[in-house]
């Protein structure tokens, strides 16, 4: 009944929607365009807590209480064997972490 913001991703040309539940769906690229689309009342989404902790605190958004409205996913980060990693990859790394652990 109501509008599905899912991911995409583009193929030969085309942008295709990764996995909409629904008939009824806008797809993009990007959480953070899912997000604001979210915020602006489009429609509804899944998207990762860290990226929408601020708007549930500040009730602009809200958790959705249906048996899969809270999934798990494993967020990884991977480097080739060649590559020395470096200040910047090291800081990456550790501000993930931070992030998906700590909230």
Request: charged fraction near 20%; proline fraction near 5%; aromatic fraction near 8%.
């Given at each position: 009944?109501?509008?599905?913001?899912?991911?995409?991703?583009?193929?030969?040309?085309?942008?295709?929607?990764?996995?909409?539940?629904?008939?009824?769906?806008?797809?993009?690229?990007?959480?953070?365009?899912?997000?604001?689309?979210?915020?602006e009342?489009?429609?509804?989404?899944?998207?990762p807590?860290?990226?929408?902790?601020?708007?549930?605190?500040?009730?602009?958004?809200?958790?959705?209480?249906?048996?899969?409205?809270?999934?798990?996913?494993?967020?990884?980060a991977?480097?080739?064997?060649?590559?020395?990693?470096?200040?910047?990859?090291?800081?990456?790394?550790n501000?993930?972490?931070?992030?998906?652990?700590?909230r």
């Amino acid at each position: 009944m109501h509008t599905e913001v899912t991911l995409a991703y583009l193929d030969d040309h085309a942008l295709i929607a990764e996995a909409p539940e629904t008939a009824n769906y806008l797809a993009f690229t990007q959480y953070e365009i899912i997000r604001d689309v979210v915020l602006e009342g489009t429609g509804w989404a899944d998207l990762p807590q860290p990226l929408i902790a601020d708007a549930l605190e500040g009730g602009q958004l809200r958790i959705i209480r249906h048996p899969e409205a809270r999934w798990w996913r494993t967020f990884i980060a991977l480097e080739s064997e060649q590559a020395t990693g470096g200040p910047v990859v090291t800081w990456l790394a550790n501000e993930l972490e931070s992030l998906l652990t700590h909230r």
